[in-house]
């Protein structure tokens, strides 16, 4: 009779054995990170965020500023849409913002060009480009405001000029061209800097390759410099436009608004409203004017993720 001798158990291998351990916890936060963010979140929320919500809601009130006051619904909000000032206001504001992105982009782009090439003085000149932004709005439109109504009308009688002899900033016409000088001699140098950075971080081999191809500087600068720096030019452009949306400093050293409401933006009108006993109306187009904004902001963070996608 053959004995059989029962085969031993296989042996369970270490990576099929079910796994026991714990997940590790992710660290916690320390307390004082909220002893540092707490005082931040409470001003902020006292000095913006209540006063806004405060103002949203006498937006559908007729509240002067103080005083009584009743609701009337979107009475203020319909009116605005059939108010010729307000609507001036947001057609100069969006055409000047409009105007002065192009301006400065292409002013910007290229000096840096120019300041990112084989030159000796660039670094001096990448300061002396720089100082611009570090001086007051307020300073400056005073500043280019005598100019404008002084040295220019001389310069122009000293011509010959008709068009020069009086100050541009006294036509309708013509009013607007200051600003947006002004605005752009002030906004180029931190533009120019994001220029820079990007113009910077495009690698040598590149050019050099090309330059073996036989590419021209002017081919290199279209087929090259600008589709790298494409996603710069876009941020440029979009932070650049919100920014000019709020221009408020340099209009009113500059016009104050005139002649008449010709150059009056949208920041100018809200305040001005504010201080002539349309508080809850003014709100209303601040409100509106704020939505505005925030959209603007939301396209630019879904369009500004999509291209890092890419």
Not at 120 to 131: A, H
Not at 132 to 149: E, K, Q, R, T
Not at 189 to 207: H, M, Q, S, W
Request: aromatic residues 12%; glycine residues 8%.
């Amino acid at each position: 009779m053959t004995k059989t001798t029962a085969a031993p158990p296989a042996r369970t291998s270490h990576a099929a054995r079910p796994s026991t351990a714990r997940p590790r916890r992710r660290p916690g936060v320390e307390g004082i990170y909220y002893a540092f963010l707490l005082p931040s979140l409470i001003i902020f929320t006292l000095a913006i965020t209540l006063p806004a919500l405060i103002g949203i809601f006498f937006s559908f009130t007729n509240s002067i500023g103080f005083g009584e006051w009743e609701f009337v619904g979107l009475i203020n909000y319909i009116a605005m849409f059939s108010d010729p000032a307000i609507v001036q206001s947001y057609l100069f504001t969006f055409g000047f913002a409009t105007c002065t992105v192009i301006v400065v982009n292409i002013i910007a782009f290229l000096l840096a060009v120019g300041l990112t090439a084989k030159i000796k003085v660039k670094t001096g000149l990448r300061t002396i480009f720089v100082i611009p932004m570090v001086v007051s709005g307020i300073i400056i439109a005073y500043v280019f405001n005598f100019l404008f109504s002084n040295s220019l009308p001389t310069f122009g009688q000293a011509v010959g000029s008709e068009t020069l002899s009086s100050s541009i900033l006294a036509n309708p016409d013509l009013a607007w061209i200051a600003i947006v000088i002004v605005t752009a001699w002030q906004a180029v140098p931190g533009t120019l800097l994001i220029y820079i950075a990007g113009l910077l971080a495009i690698p040598g081999d590149v050019y050099e390759a090309a330059d073996l191809d036989g590419a021209g500087k002017w081919q290199q600068l279209l087929r090259i410099t600008v589709p790298l720096v494409a996603g710069y030019i876009f941020i440029n452009v979009i932070l650049g436009f919100k920014n000019f949306l709020n221009a408020y400093d340099v209009i009113v050293g500059l016009t104050d608004g005139g002649p008449g409401t010709a150059t009056r933006s949208i920041p100018m009108t809200i305040v001005t409203g504010f201080t002539g006993g349309d508080y809850a109306y003014q709100m209303a187009n601040a409100t509106m004017f704020f939505i505005i904004v925030v959209v603007i902001s939301l396209i630019q963070l879904r369009l500004t993720r999509g291209r890092n996608a890419r």
